[in-house]
């Protein structure tokens, strides 16, 4: 048990890659911030694309969803940080991480903000109209908003993936928290940087993960 | 085997149940003999819900005895199951299974306890349906059917595991109006067939037209024993007298 | 316009590395489906475990999907092959994958199967009870059937997403996919590979994604029904 503990969890190591670990997390949450709201936005844009109600248009975005759902995000990123360079393009690694994340989100989000924007009953649209707001004040300030409350769970969930996901970046040498630790583990021949990595991800994690359960099992119950 | 008219088929002797600190049931004695009919009212949170799932180990008691058709409850899950296959009970929101078809809901009792001869108990099944008027819908599933006809296959569910009384717990509350009289005509043949009833309802019409009892509860007692013509129109008790204006208005 | 479909889409690349590439599929749909496959039903086996009511179960249900839904894949993929070892145990990469991402779809299927069991009304349970029906039949016949299917529309996305995951075993060194298409656009110097990849990836998954759809859009109907 004490050779497991100091294979494992080897507390002077801990102390000695901890600050190693928080710059990485430092950037983690760098990359989490930058590409939430951007993949937010565009999905929201999506959204209000199919609401549009053009049928090519509506076509179009469908096969673009579909497609960027099919692909897995690494493989997005694999494009961007390894194939673009072969036509001159060069992004940067952080830049690269940030554009596969919502390139892959966005579609999701998009249909998260759609099924929202549908359960909004059609007599809110009218109510407003009625009283005289123009059509893209009823819909960002009364539609909206609506829609958001309704789809809250699926946007905590899609969120907290989009989190987790930026430890790809790791694939492209981006120092983020995972990178940190697995750079130590090969410098200390230990695996409590990764251990620690893992125990941090949780700690920041863990209050969204258990936000995200409690959502889905209202949905289910609302379900029955 | 038909038992002689009059034999007791459940016996209540000092009942007294808690929940928590609430004490729910206080010193319920009541005697209910083969073929009586018996309509449980009163205010909501007398009880009278909560005894009926006493009658069949739906909930625990802590103190007294109830004997249901010659066997005496106790928690061991024995002698639960022994009453259970006399004892058939309709609840207020239905509960049939949403994923099975009318039949199957009817069907699936038999099969998981054992039955031998499925053949026959299909064949008893489409009768029932049939009595409780609804054999053409046998193929459908719960969600197609109207609130009283998915009450009418809860009886007939019920019915099909051959019980010796039948427990109803407020069986029309949740319907539509125009739906309680088909449940309560369904009722009502069940009674004048014989059959043990022991119904929680507030249904007037149903209490006079098949009732031999009122019980009439409340704060956990029962307050009043009369039958149904003396005690709406001449309640003894204050409380019952109370609880009739409520519901007359 | 020229330049383009000549280093993405180059015919001779595609021509030499095909074979390896297609290999490479071949190991990433056996990972997808030994994923799912175990990723249901050791959801299933745990949600239904829970149904006991044994404060140990509840304990260890708890941690395990707490810990599975919450940690990165990455970081479980990179603990099992890089930290193990050092404890002895030294799974290939193969094993490592199925294993890291069954037990994330695992974790995940369970909380969906146990929220769905515990969203069926207690009357469900009354009925069972009252009919006669004992504890593990009404569990097995009455609560399961109607869990699953209300489970089926959120299961689906969350297993292609987790199956998707299966490019991260290029991470360490199982040549699926993206692994055999990484090392063959690194000998062939030209990104082709890499977009035959892309391509077979929603060859095989755009069909699970409308599959998805068609589920999700089916059960909104019965819903309203």
Not at chain 2, 147 to 167: D, E, F, K, S
Not at chain 3, 109 to 133: C, H, K, M, V, Y
Request: glycine residues 6%; aromatic residues 8%; positive net charge.
């Amino acid at each position: 048990m004490s050779s497991f503990l100091q294979n494992f969890a080897n507390l002077d190591t801990f102390v000695a890659v901890l600050p190693l670990l928080l710059q990485g997390l430092f950037i983690t949450v760098g990359l989490a911030l930058v590409a939430l709201p951007l993949a937010l936005l565009c999905g929201l844009l999506i959204a209000l694309l199919f609401e549009v109600g053009s049928r090519p248009l509506t076509a179009g975005l469908f096969v673009l969803i579909d497609t960027f759902r099919s692909i897995p995000v690494l493989v997005l990123l694999m494009i961007i940080f390894y194939a673009l360079p072969f036509l001159g393009v060069v992004v940067p690694a952080f830049g690269a991480v940030v554009a596969a994340l919502v390139i892959n989100n966005a579609g999701y989000y998009g249909e998260i903000f759609r099924a929202g924007l549908g359960s909004v009953p059609r007599h809110q649209h009218e109510a407003g109209l009625a009283l005289g707001i123009s059509r893209p004040r009823v819909l960002l300030f009364i539609i909206v908003p609506q829609a958001v409350r309704n789809v809250i769970a699926p946007l905590a969930s899609n969120s907290l993936e989009l989190a987790k996901a930026t430890s790809i970046a790791s694939l492209v040498t981006l120092p983020e928290m995972l990178r940190v630790a697995q750079v130590a583990q090969a410098n200390v021949y230990n695996p409590t940087p990764l251990v620690g990595a893992a125990l941090i991800y949780f700690i920041v994690l863990w209050p969204f993960s258990r936000l995200v359960a409690r959502y889905e099992r209202r949905t289910l119950r609302a379900r029955y | 085997m038909p038992r002689l008219p009059g034999e007791t088929m459940i016996s209540i002797d000092k009942l007294n149940k808690w929940f928590g600190d609430f004490h729910v049931l206080k010193d319920i004695d009541l005697d209910v003999a083969q073929g009586q009919r018996i309509v449980l009212c009163g205010p909501s949170g007398s009880g009278k819900s909560t005894l009926i799932r006493c009658l069949n180990g739906l909930e625990t008691f802590e103190k007294g005895r109830v004997n249901v058709v010659g066997v005496e409850l106790t928690r061991a899950s024995a002698t639960i199951r022994q009453a259970r296959q006399q004892v058939g009970m309709v609840f207020q929101s239905f509960n049939l299974f949403p994923h099975l078809s009318v039949i199957n809901n009817l069907l699936i009792a038999p099969r998981l306890t054992g039955s031998r001869n499925m053949g026959e108990v299909r064949d008893y099944a489409m009768h029932l349906l049939e009595r409780v008027r609804i054999a053409d819908q046998a193929g459908k599933y719960p969600s197609e059917l109207s609130g009283g006809q998915q009450q009418r296959v809860a009886i007939a569910r019920a019915l099909c595991m051959r019980p010796r009384v039948m427990l109803f717990d407020e069986p029309t509350s949740a319907l539509d109006p125009e739906m309680i009289k088909e449940v309560l005509d369904v009722m009502v043949d069940l009674g004048r067939d014989g059959m043990t009833m022991i119904a929680v309802t507030h249904e007037m019409g149903f209490a006079r037209t098949i009732a031999d009892s009122v019980v009439f509860m409340d704060a956990g007692r029962i307050v009043e024993t009369a039958p149904p013509a003396s005690f709406f129109d001449n309640p003894q008790s204050e409380r019952a007298q109370r609880f009739l204006k409520t519901i007359l208005h | 316009m020229g330049t383009i479909s000549e280093v993405f889409f180059n015919a001779d690349v595609a021509g030499r590395y095909w074979g390896q590439i297609l290999d490479g599929l071949w190991v990433t749909v056996q990972v997808a489906l030994l994923t799912v496959v175990l990723g249901i039903a050791g959801g299933l086996l745990l949600a239904v475990l829970k149904c006991t009511r044994n404060v140990l179960v509840d304990i260890v249900f708890a941690v395990f999907v707490d810990i599975f839904r919450t940690i990165p894949i990455l970081v479980i993929l990179f603990l099992i092959y890089f930290a193990l070892p050092y404890g002895g145990v030294r799974l290939s990469p193969l094993v490592t994958t199925v294993l890291t991402l069954s037990l994330v779809l695992t974790a995940y299927s369970a909380e969906t199967f146990w929220s769905a069991i515990e969203a069926i009304p207690r009357g469900q349970a009354d009925a069972a009870r009252a009919l006669n029906i004992g504890g593990l039949a009404t569990i097995a016949f009455i609560i399961l059937p109607q869990a699953i299917r209300m489970s089926i529309p959120l299961l689906t996305n969350r297993a292609i997403a987790i199956t998707k995951g299966t490019a991260l075993g290029a991470a360490v060194a199982l040549p699926e996919l993206l692994g055999s298409a990484q090392s063959a656009m690194s000998i062939a110097a030209n990104p082709t590979p890499l977009m035959m990849a892309a391509m077979l990836y929603v060859a095989f998954f755009i069909p699970l994604v409308l599959l998805s759809r068609w589920l999700e859009r089916r059960s909104v109907r019965q819903r309203r029904a």
